[in-house]
């Protein structure tokens, strides 16, 4: 899988997740536009899939307000740095996903610990899991955010706004992560913005009594829309906290194309969601 070209290895992978062989040329479903945008990703793409580069878009955006407070960034973990950081941090890697590190009191970790568990963060190409060809554009570097919230294991819930625009019409759908990194493994649900349970993935659960409507919700939504701005399909996630509203990513990419749809139904119905038509202009003028 390594060897093959970017547009073989999704075409392999989308057949292997999905049974059929995808239509990259003329894409419909989901699962496909997804296929098709890490082959032609925009300048912009990169930008904001970077978790450094991208708080200067919601700064100007929404506000600094809704940024987690930053400790520090940096091209290396050193003794200085680890020395200068609080007891409790998080530990991020900008450069792709799963790069993450919460902890809660920093007398409990070696710097050798943390220096190996950061370099193997910034060695990585994360752009060749799942040929997400966005992510090579970006330098890998380190992030130290504040730990939101007071519970020593789990982080805040995270409210993940799938934003879809077609011909000016906004779709919105929300994933919420509860329980991440618990004993027991995290839930998800999902829901449509006057809080309805959906289902959009094999794992989401149906009872969505099992979480509470946090009371920044609707802000939150509205957040999402003025972020997702100019863009056919992005996803914009945010831990909430109460009122409290602090931005976590966009995604361009989810799952890399590869997420685990209920059915090929819903792979459709959400392909119709969004056009790619302007990003297919964008990317022919960047290889212009």
Same mark, same amino acid.
């Given at each position: ?52 580069? +991208?708080? /200067? ?6 506000? @600094?307000? %809704?940024? !987690? ?5 940096? =091209? ?26 919460? +902890?809660? /009191? ?6 050798? @610990?943390? %220096?190996? !568990? ?5 060695? =990585? ?164």
């Amino acid at each position: 899988m390594a060897r093959l070209s970017d547009r073989h290895f999704t075409m392999l992978r989308h057949w292997r997740a999905f049974g059929v062989l995808p239509d990259l040329s003329a894409p419909r479903t989901f699962s496909e536009k997804i296929g098709y945008r890490k082959l032609h990703p925009t300048p912009s793409m990169s930008i904001l899939s970077d978790k450094i580069a +991208v708080r /200067d878009y919601v700064r100007e955006r929404i506000g @600094e307000q %809704y940024l !987690i407070p930053c400790h520090a960034t940096a =091209d290396e973990l050193t003794p200085e740095l680890l020395k200068a950081l609080p007891d409790r941090f998080v530990m991020k890697g900008n450069h792709g996903s799963g790069y993450n590190l919460l +902890v809660e /009191d920093k007398s409990q970790w070696t710097f050798p @610990e943390l %220096y190996d !568990i950061s370099r193997n963060w910034l060695d =990585d190409d994360f752009s060749r899991v799942n040929r997400e060809t966005q992510y090579r554009a970006i330098k890998p570097r380190l992030l130290f955010e504040k730990r939101l919230g007071n519970d020593a294991v789990t982080p805040p819930n995270d409210y993940k706004f799938h934003c879809f625009r077609r011909h000016g019409e906004l779709t919105i759908i929300v994933q919420i992560i509860t329980g991440r990194f618990q004993a027991g493994g995290h839930q998800r649900v999902c829901i449509t913005p006057d809080w309805q349970p959906v289902r959009v993935e094999t794992r989401e659960i149906e009872d969505v009594s099992t979480v509470e409507k946090p009371a920044g919700f609707d802000r939150a939504l509205a957040l999402a829309e003025t972020l997702s701005e100019g863009f056919d399909y992005v996803r914009v996630d945010f831990y909430i906290l109460d009122d409290a509203i602090f931005f976590g990513e966009m995604t361009f990419t989810p799952g890399g194309g590869f997420m685990e749809l209920i059915d090929r139904q819903v792979d459709h119905y959400l392909g119709s969601l969004f056009t790619i038509d302007r990003e297919r202009a964008r990317a022919r003028r960047v290889a212009l």
